[in-house]
């Protein structure tokens, strides 16, 4: 026990099974740890790992979802002396939950009530658990708004969850768990939907309502980075068990587990990159050391594969009885780069900052307002479907970001894979065949998959099939639209680690789509900022990450969570300013961009005056 | 709620029964069992509840039941299957067409379909029977006509939301031609909806042909049909409730037997359901 205190929970030998047709499946098994007064503990793990089983069981909430506590003790210090939560009976665990235990759930969107107020729905906890009239109730709501620092808490009662940010809804959610000051906070991947400058402002906050009110915290999350902000101590969970428990600093400097260490090494640290050339492939627990990739320009070649000028991309919004444009979203606003051969560029924003959109239009899959895109001098904007087909997708191909909706699951994944090379000619009969296994032992998958359907792989699995799809008309340059964004952080780690090797064998071009600052870092050679559909500055990967110009540049940079414990930027609350929106009236012209060049190659969107 | 697996696993195997046992009645009845045994009354046993002469009672004529729901058989599965089959046809091809072209033709196609479903199917099924004259053709016409644009909503929308998965964009940037995309990509996709749908019209489609006979304008009397026979029973349901029961049950097995042998066949489709866990 940390400092001598008595824990405020203590799960002993924890052991959680779900029935299901083919017998007992065990969810977790032999979980002990404990959470003391005022201490962080931050439970990680990567999909199935069990860590929410676990936190689910805490609440009880767990059996909701079909599984059952088979054994272990879930010893929980609450105000009329100390209980095993996994004994308590229902009446029990209503006074508990919400009140001594509060709880904060991944998806923002989905954890307020769509037709309540936010009143009603925070009112109803404070009500039933404090017995606090009406007006009293309201009160206390407006106070908890304001300690969770939303502007105009007022207004915000009268709101419904559909008029708040993504941002404000977590504060409102978060809000709703400090109501009866709980002793314990539960937040499971609180911050794993929002953007990172929002992340950024949660994690903050959250740490904040620790401190002031000497609260538990038990922080579930997927995210190494965020558990190296935040954790005082760190449970490591792989396959429903517990693998390594210690304190963060530890753990990260020392961790004594082969899992641990593979975990750490797959993650990708914001900096790391500094001072090196190019590209690096991370270094795996287990597989070879990597060679560092080099980037594949050829020296002094003027020619680059992608332009793309003054690209504008435009979604009408219809309103009205005769469904007429009534205003138009600008998700691309006249953004321009080029892309050399065998160079990535990486496109990094928020989301709703158009960098899908600009992705999806230089494959005309979003159909371009104006500008041109040429690839090798052609203009892809200018063709018809028929060249579309015959020139632009021979040459780019596209990955899309989610492993389980990126594959036809009702086709095999050889005929998904046979469809380009039949299609564009490159194969005829049995060539195809010899073609997609060749392609199968280029992204590392075993043959016998080429029978399968997609349900039978895993996700980064699902995405290496993707890759050979995209790798099957040997194609110049591949978009990658947050094609890792959805996968296991050691899975992410070896596909891109793929993708790099990739690029280094076949010289392969690619426009990386990114949220994350740090994939980046590690994978491109040269990097574009978007905000507000506009590219607000662009250069290599040095200059933008070692010499950032623009301040939408600077404070994405500083929201982003290092995984490094001793390097703590989260500490007081921070507040990024909202993003606008991008919607403006029909007819609206919005002025060109201008660009300023601070170094060689180093282009800032000049500010705009108002 | 958990069903024991060894129902869920025969579930399909009961509905592939029920449903060949309706289907060999409708299609062996008329073999072995002479037309006018339906129509032959009994005017000293009329309303009669099932005895050893007739064992599934009579009607107000004193026709026999069983007879009648046996030979009747044929009528109803025909005009059923046939009107449903109809409803495919041209439903399918326009809800695929509307969600996957969309823009204009999405909605001028979309508007004609509102338009005929702004007429309770019932109502146009009549109209439409009323304007081509009743007979056997006609009535599953006008039942296919009328249970289209049920189908053609459903498959657009789903045939919309399938168009907009990656792996439809995949399949474009892989230069499939869009018949091919509607063809392999997107129709698999959508043919669970179209399975649930077809089993639930066609027991509709029962009902439908039903209400056209009692309008006078489906199934000529004397023929027996199990909608006709439904309707008959209306006003003899306190004295007689066997009048309606036994095609009461004969509908209601045919549907149980469709819904079930439909879900079996929907998961049989599904790759995801095979192997694997």
Redesign the interface.
Known sequence: MPDGNTPLVSVEGLRVEF????GTIVGVENVSFSVAPGETVCIVGESGSGKSVTSLSLMRLVEFGGGTIAEGRLRFAGQGGEIDLAQADPETMRGIRGNEIGMIFQEPMTSLNPVFTIERQMTDGLRAHRGLSGAQARQRALELLQEVRIPEPERRLKQYPHELSGGMRQRVVIAMAMACRPRLLIADEPTTALDVTIQAEILALIDRLKRENGMAVLFITHDMAVVAQMADRVVVMYRGNLVEEGPVGRIFAAPQEEYTRALLAAVPRLGDMRGKPGPEPLRLVGADAPDSVQAAVPPGDPEPLLQVLHLTTRYPVKGGLF?RTVANVHAVEDVSFDIAKGETLALVGESGCGKSSCGRSI?R?AEPTSGQVLLDRTDVLALNERDL?RKV??D???V???PF???????RLAA?VA??LS??GIAKGSEIEDRIAALFDRVELPRSFMRR?P??LSGGQRQRV?IA?AL??SPKLIVADEAVSALDVSVQAQVLNLMMELQSTLGISYLFISHDMAVVERVSHRVGVMYLGRLVEIGSRAQIFENPRHPYTHSLLSAVPIADPARRTVRDDLKFRPIPSPVFPVGHEPAPSVYDEVEPGHLVLRQQAS | MRIPAAFRRSKGLIGAILVLSVFLVALLAPVFIPEDWATQMDMRARLSPPTWAHPLGTDQLGRDLMYRVLLGAQTSIYIASAAVLMSIVIGLPLGLISGYVGRTTDNVLMRLVDTLLSFPALLLALTISAVLGPNLQNTIIAIGIAFTPFLARIIRGEALRVAQMPYVEGARTAGNSDFRIIVHHILPNIMPAVIVQSTISLAFAILAEAGLSFLGLGTQPPDASWGLMIQASRDYLDRAPWTALVPGVAVAVTVLGLNMFGDALRDALDPRAKGGS
């Open positions: 029935a299901s047709d083919g469904r494959l899959l087909r997708w021979r780019i191909q596209m899309f970001q989610d909706a990126s594959l036809n699951p009702y086709m998904q469809e380009p299609n564009f359907f349900h039978e993707a799809r099957a008309v």
